[in-house]
């Protein structure tokens, strides 16, 4: 036992341990510890110029009306950008060494945008060398928040997003020099989603980052588009399927808001009513109601594909007729079906509490941020500006088909009459900004999971249990 | 044993009709057993040659076969000018694919070949000193092996991703080399069984004739390790190739860096997937073919490595 | 009860006997626990004791230069014919005085506060100006109206700190080491001039660095590699399950401070959420890895003896066929699984079911257990195999002999040498399904959710797969490196409850 005991005393010396590893070369020679370790890190900085809270806010106000903006293509304003660029570029040898996050399949058209950038911004005194990496709007929030020097220096991300990464200060605001143009283009709408507490922080991107109706027009007509319960009825007589993606919070919350419930971000507290009155209750009823019909004429649950690809191939397995999603599908069901026979529209009423109500939604916007800690902070807002700016926002539409923000883009007659900007609009009286919504603990209180538990139960819950249940998610927001 | 003498003949024939049932049954189970275990592979295989993009979950046949999945790994199509959705499709050079499967691949092997190198070494050497050398704290240093290796294994990787940055190893490909191979002085028992076998008898025979323990290591032992030693490199070289959990978080999203595992998973991101999949599959097999190769080899070098460090403790 | 008593016993006996001195053994276990710990400090007191005793004694018997090396490190050699010896002594201590100056000091002296002074009653408010906090600063540029940072490398980072912090402890135990080490070698080098002998020289010293001493310079590489990126690491994460590093006090901000035990009493009682989630993703790990390691294993012996029963032919193919399966990467098959057991997947679609495999909580946690034999299974059978072909042949020679029959010889011999050459693996495979993270993260990512766990945990989550998720996107670090310790306890324990058992059934001296 005693000798047992040794052993395992030694084994739990682990420091000792790590010494005496090194013991072992000190008694004959000491080359171990003779070496310093090298160190890249420098004194800190003693003097103070201006010592302000990561939060204080900044002095670009911004207005709802129109404001003065420089023309930024003017050889005046064209020359700073550069001389700065030039001495932003000077701390590393000459060479913008920055990278550029967007969503994998956007990658080609933004390098394409990228290049235009560098040729409008060539000069001899730098050289750009901007790297493109394949990191999706929906990460890239969090993949900023990593470390300061972890991520990009220019990124897209989804709008609630703002809030965290400004909380964090990990968002670099927007120059006034560029703040101003973007005010200028943009609607007031776009522009208010990128300003929290009056301080702009991104450039708007695309306005389509909300969903909608897409239904093949073979088996639906315009009016049955106006009921979930038609639908179902003929998809199912169609012996196919609507789907909607009832165990993802971004989804499902549509129906809290249309039973009455309040979801709200507000001076960084997340707050819900789901408990309030019957309203909560409401809303999982009347997801219940859908989700009777699993596999007679709805489908909740995208499975282990994932929902893109799911809605892809249920089209062209010719299994859904219609599908609640956004643009980003648009082309795979054009493909599945045919363009011809595609049809987007708001989307349809819901039975809440015995009277049909129009299904609410989340909308929302991409945006582009410049991250706090670049190296090149001008650098990256001239970046950033270029590919967000209105022109930009027309390429954009023309190859990837992303409905723009700024206000001339969007009263382009293509882009005007597109079905899919059509639908958006039409559901836009009915849809929440989700930067206003949700961000803190909102996506991880378990709202997307209590619509799985609804499917695996086939709509069959028990109200007290439903009761207990949204309680438990309202506390896990706080 | 009992008193009345049986009909031997008769007997005979009765277990030999008896073992002929139990075989057969042994050989169904086994052949069941190995559909089983032979069926998603297959699955995956097929994928890999189905002519429709997209995930189709529930057909086992392609309908349509086609070998195209493989060539569009390296070489994908895209548009001349991606500003100008009008523009002639051309085969992109290797910085404009989306997925740059066959830099991906090279990326791989760097970093398995490196830190196979590496590791092998150090394993050799860490077994080799704690099988044949006696020393004071041999006892401590194996308790303490085995009580770090208890850890969870990326507990630390955002501490690791940190001391890596401060030596500007940050997003390196050689960074992934040196967290491969760091740990390698922990997995050392199979080594070390291996080396405890060895007669100590050859040890003090050289000793007697003056070598010293460094040439005995270099000159009598390991010669003697082949088999051990060609494990150990296989095990270290086929590491990388099935890691994503430290390539996802170091790389931190630079799909250049990306080594084969981690570029494969980007391909069924969301946006990619319906797209994608077939061509996940096609890759999958690729990388897969050669590793199933060396495993085969492997097996008989896995079998005497672990019951011979499991025997010899 | 040795290993004969052990091997007598029926194969039923032999089950229950273990189960039975497992649970007996989780007492005798935590009591061992805790002996070793009072053991640790009790060898801890000693050394210190003692090591103060022998510096002491040194020093009082030491001569002039002897007592010089305690100032100036090398003197004693120097003076006493080792010369190059004490140069490097000497440049150990300079070199570790230089660094302390230069780099080290500045940490130690910044870790208490991490750079950042806080104000106990207000936590969130920062106060200004005091020594060693640098703060980030801001500069509006007036050309573009933007608000920039400035110092953005040299502000306080605690992260650094920290790091810095632990790397300097280090480097500062290893120098107390050379120190003594320099004491002793001094002292050593009077006494052996005082016995009329001749130290050996710098040259030959090295050269028993290939022989006497190469066990050194084998190890000495891969050790400071572990240090570096394996120790370092880990300490420092430890020290992180004392921080309040978390999404909101990061590396942006880049203040963390010290809290003490709030995040382990948080997860054990002081945070209903997290306890009750901890306690869940405790039960389930807990569940998972005795049904995962015991599946395999048993599963596992049965598929090696099918496979190397005495008629079976090409038994090679048949090993090669299972083999192929676990050749292929498993981040590739477990996708695969994944979707074949979708909800319209094919295995749904064959049976003609509509079975939710991964959805539903009861269903994903019996997939993710069957999958995991498929996985596993292989492996076992592999080295169940290769334990067969071991089994010296004079065993069965001498049963026959004795008139056992085949029954008798599989029960008597066979089965006690699988489990007794086994039982390491067992307690490696358990410690591996306790971090099992693969089969979980591909497989179901932790999903379902449920109303019932806090944030980031799902339904099949395991601590360690919770523990990447806090990492990686909660951004949890504090939490994730609680997780992580108790992962590790977990592990530990387990380990020495097995340990302990299967002493008492095995002959074996040795643990590794």
């Given at each position: 036992m005693v000798s047992k005991s040794k052993r395992i005393v030694a084994l739990i010396l682990t420091a000792m341990m790590a010494s005496s590893a090194l013991a072992g070369c000190a008694s004959g020679s000491t080359t171990t510890t003779s070496s310093a370790p090298s160190t890249n890190s420098s004194a800190p900085a003693t003097e103070s110029k201006s010592d302000e809270g990561s939060k204080a806010g900044g002095d670009n106000s911004t207005d709802a009306s129109k404001v003065e903006a420089a023309n930024l293509d003017s050889d005046e304003v064209m020359a700073r950008i550069k001389d700065k660029i030039a001495e932003e570029a000077a701390a590393t040898g000459g060479t913008v060494q920055m990278t550029l996050w967007c969503s994998s399949d956007d990658k080609s058209f933004e390098e394409g945008l990228k290049k235009e950038f560098e040729e409008k911004y060539a000069d001899s005194r730098y050289s750009f060398r901007i790297k493109m990496s394949p990191i999706g709007e929906d990460k890239a929030g969090g993949k900023i928040l990593e470390g300061p020097k972890d991520g990009a220096d220019v990124f897209s991300f989804a709008d609630d997003q703002?809030?965290?990464?400004?909380?964090?200060?990990?968002?670099?605001?927007?120059?006034?020099?560029?703040?101003?143009?973007?005010?200028?283009?943009?609607?007031?709408?776009?522009?208010?989603?990128?300003?929290?507490?009056?301080?702009?922080?991104?450039?708007?991107?695309?306005?389509?980052?909300?969903?909608?109706?897409?239904?093949?027009?073979?088996?639906?007509?315009?009016?049955?588009?106006?009921s979930f319960d038609t639908m179902i009825e003929k998809a199912k007589a169609a012996n196919k399927a609507v789907f909607f993606e009832m165990g993802n919070a971004w989804y499902n919350a549509g129906f809290f808001f249309t039973a009455g419930c309040t979801i709200k971000y507000e001076n960084g507290v997340q707050t819900a009513n789901f408990t309030e009155g019957d309203m909560g209750l409401n809303a999982v009823k009347a997801m219940c109601h859908i989700a009777e019909n699993i596999g007679a004429g709805f489908e909740?649950?995208?499975?282990?594909?994932?929902?893109?690809?799911?809605?892809?191939?249920?089209?062209?397995?010719?299994?859904?007729?219609?599908?609640?999603?956004?643009?980003?599908?648009?082309?795979?069901?054009?493909?599945?079906?045919?363009?011809?026979?595609?049809?987007?529209?708001?989307?349809?009423?819901?039975?809440?509490?015995?009277?049909?109500?129009?299904?609410?939604?989340?909308?929302?916007?991409?945006?582009?941020?410049?991250?706090?800690?670049?190296?090149?902070?001008?650098?990256?807002?001239?970046?950033?500006?270029?590919?967000?700016?209105?022109?930009?926002?027309?390429?954009?539409?023309?190859?990837?088909?992303?409905?723009?923000?700024?206000?001339?883009?969007?009263?382009?007659?293509?882009?005007?009459?597109?079905?899919?900007?059509?639908?958006?609009?039409?559901?836009?009286?009915?849809?929440?900004?989700?930067?206003?919504?949700?961000?803190?603990?909102?996506?991880?209180?378990?709202?997307?999971?209590?619509?799985?538990?609804?499917?695996?139960?086939?709509?069959?819950?028990?109200?007290?249990?439903?009761?207990?249940?949204?309680?438990?998610?309202?506390?896990?927001?706080? | 044993m009992?008193?009345?003498?049986?009909?031997?003949?008769?007997?005979?024939?009765?277990?030999?009709?008896?073992?002929?049932?139990?075989?057969?049954?042994?050989?169904?189970?086994?052949?069941?057993?190995?559909?089983?275990?032979?069926?998603?592979?297959?699955?995956?295989?097929?994928?890999?040659?189905?002519?429709?993009?997209?995930?189709?979950?529930?057909?086992?046949?392609?309908?349509?076969?086609?070998?195209?999945?493989?060539?569009?790994?390296?070489?994908?199509?895209?548009?001349?000018?991606?500003?100008?959705?009008?523009?002639?499709?051309?085969?992109?050079?290797?910085?404009?694919?989306?997925?740059?499967?066959?830099?991906?691949?090279?990326?791989?092997?760097?970093?398995?070949?490196?830190?196979?190198?590496?590791?092998?070494?150090?394993?050799?050497?860490?077994?080799?000193?704690?099988?044949?050398?006696?020393?004071?704290?041999?006892?401590?240093?194996?308790?303490?092996?085995?009580?770090?290796?208890?850890?969870?294994?990326?507990?630390?990787?955002?501490?690791?991703?940190?001391?890596?940055?401060?030596?500007?190893?940050?997003?390196?490909?050689?960074?992934?080399?040196i967290v491969y191979s760091s740990g390698a002085g922990l997995g050392y028992q199979i080594a070390k069984g291996f080396f405890d076998t060895i007669p100590r008898s050859l040890d003090e025979a050289a000793k007697i004739d003056g070598a010293t323990r460094n040439q005995i290591f270099w000159i009598i032992i390991l010669p003697l390790s082949k088999p051990i030693i060609v494990y150990t490199a296989l095990t270290t070289f086929l590491?990388?190739?099935?890691?994503?959990?430290?390539?996802?978080?170091?790389?931190?999203?630079?799909?250049?860096?990306?080594?084969?595992?981690?570029?494969?998973?980007?391909?069924?991101?969301?946006?990619?997937?319906?797209?994608?999949?077939?061509?996940?599959?096609?890759?999958?097999?690729?990388?897969?073919?050669?590793?199933?190769?060396?495993?085969?080899?492997?097996?008989?070098?896995?079998?005497?490595?672990?019951?011979?460090?499991a025997v010899k403790g | 009860m040795d290993y004969l008593d052990y091997v007598q016993m029926t194969r039923g006996q032999q089950i229950s006997y273990n189960i039975k001195s497992f649970f007996m053994g989780i007492p005798g276990a935590i009591k061992t626990i805790f002996m070793y710990i009072g053991y640790f400090f009790k060898s801890l007191f000693g050394l210190i004791v003692n090591g103060f005793k022998g510096y002491g004694q040194r020093f009082a018997a030491g001569d002039g230069a002897t007592k010089l090396s305690y100032i100036i490190m090398g003197a004693g050699n120097m003076a006493h014919k080792q010369f190059m010896k004490g140069v490097l002594?000497?440049?150990?201590?300079?070199?570790?005085?230089?660094?302390?100056?230069?780099?080290?000091?500045?940490?130690?002296?910044?870790?208490?506060?991490?750079?950042?002074?806080?104000?106990?009653?207000?936590?969130?408010?920062?106060?200004?100006?005091?020594?060693?906090?640098?703060?980030?600063?801001?500069?509006?540029?007036?050309?573009?109206?933007?608000?920039?940072?400035?110092?953005?490398?040299?502000?306080?980072?605690?992260?650094?700190?920290?790091?810095?912090?632990?790397?300097?402890?280090?480097?500062?135990?290893?120098?107390?080491?050379?120190?003594?080490?320099?004491?002793?070698?001094?002292?050593?080098?009077?006494?052996?001039?005082?016995?009329?002998?001749?130290?050996?020289?710098?040259?030959?010293?090295?050269?028993?660095?290939?022989?006497?001493?190469?066990?050194?310079?084998?190890?000495?590489l891969p050790i400071l590699l572990l240090m570096i990126f394996n120790i370092l690491p880990?300490?420092?994460?430890?020290?992180?399950?004392?921080?309040?590093?978390?999404?909101?006090?990061?590396?942006?901000?880049?203040?963390?401070?010290?809290?003490?035990?709030?995040?382990?009493?948080?997860?054990?009682?002081?945070?209903?959420?997290?306890?009750?989630?901890?306690?869940?993703?405790?039960?389930?790990?807990?569940?998972?890895?005795?049904?995962?390691?015991?599946?395999?294993?048993?599963?596992?012996?049965?598929?090696?003896l099918l496979i190397n029963k005495k008629d079976i032919k090409y038994k090679g193919f048949w090993r090669t066929m299972f083999v192929i399966t676990s050749a292929v990467p498993q981040?590739?098959?477990?996708?695969?699984?994944?979707?074949?057991?979708?909800?319209?997947?094919?295995?749904?679609?064959?049976?003609?079911?509509?079975?939710?495999?991964?959805?539903?909580?009861?269903?994903?946690?019996?997939?993710?257990?069957?999958?995991?034999?498929?996985?596993?299974i292989p492996y076992t059978m592999l080295s169940v195999s290769g334990i067969l072909m071991n089994i010296p042949e004079d065993l069965y020679e001498s049963a026959r002999i004795d008139g056992a029959n085949a029954v008798q010889q599989f029960t008597k011999i066979t089965l006690p040498y699988i489990s007794f050459v086994m039982t390491p693996y067992l307690i490696s495979t358990f410690v591996g399904n306790i971090n099992n993270f693969n089969v979980i993260y591909f497989l179901t990512g932790g999903a379902p959710e449920s109303v019932d766990y806090y944030s980031g945990a799902g339904t099949t989550d395991l601590l360690v797969t919770w523990l990447y998720k806090l990492t990686v996107s909660e951004q949890d670090y504090k939490l994730a490196s609680v997780i992580g310790i108790i992962v590790f306890v977990l592990c530990a324990t387990g380990s020495l409850i097995t340990f302990n058992m299967s002493k008492a059934t095995k002959n074996e001296e040795e643990f590794s």
């Amino acid at each position: 036992m005693v000798s047992k005991s040794k052993r395992i005393v030694a084994l739990i010396l682990t420091a000792m341990m790590a010494s005496s590893a090194l013991a072992g070369c000190a008694s004959g020679s000491t080359t171990t510890t003779s070496s310093a370790p090298s160190t890249n890190s420098s004194a800190p900085a003693t003097e103070s110029k201006s010592d302000e809270g990561s939060k204080a806010g900044g002095d670009n106000s911004t207005d709802a009306s129109k404001v003065e903006a420089a023309n930024l293509d003017s050889d005046e304003v064209m020359a700073r950008i550069k001389d700065k660029i030039a001495e932003e570029a000077a701390a590393t040898g000459g060479t913008v060494q920055m990278t550029l996050w967007c969503s994998s399949d956007d990658k080609s058209f933004e390098e394409g945008l990228k290049k235009e950038f560098e040729e409008k911004y060539a000069d001899s005194r730098y050289s750009f060398r901007i790297k493109m990496s394949p990191i999706g709007e929906d990460k890239a929030g969090g993949k900023i928040l990593e470390g300061p020097k972890d991520g990009a220096d220019v990124f897209s991300f989804a709008d609630d997003q703002l809030a965290g990464l400004v909380e964090a200060g990990a968002i670099a605001q927007v120059a006034n020099l560029f703040n101003n143009n973007v005010i200028n283009e943009n609607s007031a709408k776009a522009v208010e989603v990128c300003t929290v507490n009056g301080t702009s922080y991104a450039f708007p991107k695309t306005s389509d980052n909300g969903y909608f109706m897409y239904y093949d027009k073979t088996v639906f007509t315009e009016d049955d588009v106006q009921s979930f319960d038609t639908m179902i009825e003929k998809a199912k007589a169609a012996n196919k399927a609507v789907f909607f993606e009832m165990g993802n919070a971004w989804y499902n919350a549509g129906f809290f808001f249309t039973a009455g419930c309040t979801i709200k971000y507000e001076n960084g507290v997340q707050t819900a009513n789901f408990t309030e009155g019957d309203m909560g209750l409401n809303a999982v009823k009347a997801m219940c109601h859908i989700a009777e019909n699993i596999g007679a004429g709805f489908e909740g649950d995208p499975g282990s594909a994932g929902a893109n690809a799911f809605i892809a191939q249920g089209f062209k397995d010719g299994k859904l007729a219609a599908a609640v999603t956004g643009t980003w599908n648009g082309p795979a069901i054009k493909e599945a079906i045919g363009a011809d026979n595609v049809g987007a529209a708001k989307l349809p009423t819901v039975l809440v509490a015995g009277e049909q109500k129009q299904l609410e939604s989340f909308g929302g916007y991409k945006l582009i941020g410049v991250n706090a800690y670049s190296a090149y902070p001008i650098t990256a807002q001239a970046l950033a500006y270029y590919l967000g700016k209105a022109e930009s926002q027309v390429k954009r539409y023309n190859v990837r088909g992303l409905i723009p923000t700024a206000t001339a883009a969007l009263e382009e007659e293509a882009i005007k009459n597109d079905p899919a900007r059509m639908a958006i609009a039409a559901q836009e009286p009915f849809s929440h900004a989700q930067g206003q919504c949700v961000a803190g603990k909102f996506w991880g209180a378990g709202v997307g999971g209590y619509g799985g538990d609804i499917l695996n139960a086939k709509g069959k819950m028990d109200d007290a249990k439903i009761r207990e249940d949204l309680a438990k998610i309202e506390a896990k927001m706080k | 044993m009992t008193t009345k003498q049986p009909n031997i003949g008769n007997m005979q024939a009765g277990y030999a009709k008896q073992r002929k049932i139990a075989n057969i049954t042994v050989y169904i189970i086994l052949a069941v057993m190995v559909l089983v275990w032979i069926f998603p592979i297959v699955w995956l295989v097929f994928q890999s040659f189905n002519g429709e993009k997209g995930v189709s979950l529930a057909t086992f046949f392609p309908e349509k076969w086609t070998f195209d999945n493989y060539i569009k790994l390296f070489r994908q199509e895209g548009l001349e000018n991606p500003m100008d959705p009008n523009s002639p499709m051309i085969v992109l050079p290797v910085d404009r694919m989306p997925f740059p499967y066959g830099r991906w691949i090279t990326n791989t092997f760097i970093v398995a070949v490196f830190s196979c190198v590496i590791s092998t070494l150090i394993i050799l050497m860490v077994s080799y000193a704690l099988s044949r050398l006696r020393f004071k704290s041999r006892k401590m240093l194996m308790n303490f092996g085995l009580i770090l290796g208890m850890f969870p294994g990326f507990m630390s990787m955002a501490a690791i991703y940190n001391i890596m940055e401060i030596i500007g190893l940050g997003k390196q490909l050689f960074s992934l080399v040196i967290v491969y191979s760091s740990g390698a002085g922990l997995g050392y028992q199979i080594a070390k069984g291996f080396f405890d076998t060895i007669p100590r008898s050859l040890d003090e025979a050289a000793k007697i004739d003056g070598a010293t323990r460094n040439q005995i290591f270099w000159i009598i032992i390991l010669p003697l390790s082949k088999p051990i030693i060609v494990y150990t490199a296989l095990t270290t070289f086929l590491g990388p190739w099935a890691d994503y959990v430290f390539v996802s978080y170091f790389m931190k999203g630079d799909d250049t860096k990306y080594t084969v595992a981690m570029g494969l998973y980007e391909m069924l991101r969301p946006e990619t997937m319906h797209e994608w999949f077939t061509v996940f599959c096609a890759g999958a097999v690729l990388i897969a073919v050669p590793i199933t190769i060396l495993f085969t080899i492997m097996q008989r070098f896995y079998v005497a490595g672990v019951t011979g460090g499991a025997v010899k403790g | 009860m040795d290993y004969l008593d052990y091997v007598q016993m029926t194969r039923g006996q032999q089950i229950s006997y273990n189960i039975k001195s497992f649970f007996m053994g989780i007492p005798g276990a935590i009591k061992t626990i805790f002996m070793y710990i009072g053991y640790f400090f009790k060898s801890l007191f000693g050394l210190i004791v003692n090591g103060f005793k022998g510096y002491g004694q040194r020093f009082a018997a030491g001569d002039g230069a002897t007592k010089l090396s305690y100032i100036i490190m090398g003197a004693g050699n120097m003076a006493h014919k080792q010369f190059m010896k004490g140069v490097l002594f000497l440049a150990a201590e300079v070199a570790y005085i230089y660094f302390m100056m230069s780099f080290g000091m500045t940490y130690v002296s910044k870790v208490y506060s991490f750079g950042v002074a806080v104000d106990p009653d207000h936590p969130e408010v920062l106060v200004d100006g005091v020594v060693g906090n640098v703060p980030i600063r801001y500069e509006i540029d007036p050309d573009f109206g933007m608000k920039k940072i400035v110092n953005a490398d040299t502000a306080d980072d605690s992260n650094k700190i920290l790091l810095f912090f632990v790397l300097t402890l280090m480097i500062s135990i290893a120098f107390f080491v050379v120190y003594i080490a320099n004491t002793k070698s001094a002292y050593a080098t009077q006494e052996m001039l005082k016995e009329g002998v001749q130290p050996i020289g710098f040259v030959e010293e090295m050269k028993t660095f290939l022989d006497e001493r190469y066990h050194i310079t084998l190890l000495t590489l891969p050790i400071l590699l572990l240090m570096i990126f394996n120790i370092l690491p880990i300490i420092f994460t430890i020290f992180m399950a004392f921080t309040n590093y978390d999404k909101n006090h990061n590396a942006f901000n880049r203040l963390y401070w010290w809290v003490g035990f709030e995040n382990f009493a948080d997860v054990f009682y002081n945070s209903a959420e997290k306890s009750q989630t901890f306690g869940k993703v405790l039960v389930w790990t807990l569940i998972w890895a005795v049904f995962a390691t015991f599946s395999n294993y048993i599963l596992g012996i049965v598929l090696a003896l099918l496979i190397n029963k005495k008629d079976i032919k090409y038994k090679g193919f048949w090993r090669t066929m299972f083999v192929i399966t676990s050749a292929v990467p498993q981040f590739v098959t477990l996708l695969v699984m994944r979707l074949l057991l979708d909800n319209q997947g094919i295995i749904n679609a064959m049976m003609g079911t509509n079975i939710r495999f991964l959805a539903d909580e009861n269903w994903a946690k019996v997939s993710v257990i069957v999958v995991n034999m498929w996985i596993g299974i292989p492996y076992t059978m592999l080295s169940v195999s290769g334990i067969l072909m071991n089994i010296p042949e004079d065993l069965y020679e001498s049963a026959r002999i004795d008139g056992a029959n085949a029954v008798q010889q599989f029960t008597k011999i066979t089965l006690p040498y699988i489990s007794f050459v086994m039982t390491p693996y067992l307690i490696s495979t358990f410690v591996g399904n306790i971090n099992n993270f693969n089969v979980i993260y591909f497989l179901t990512g932790g999903a379902p959710e449920s109303v019932d766990y806090y944030s980031g945990a799902g339904t099949t989550d395991l601590l360690v797969t919770w523990l990447y998720k806090l990492t990686v996107s909660e951004q949890d670090y504090k939490l994730a490196s609680v997780i992580g310790i108790i992962v590790f306890v977990l592990c530990a324990t387990g380990s020495l409850i097995t340990f302990n058992m299967s002493k008492a059934t095995k002959n074996e001296e040795e643990f590794s």
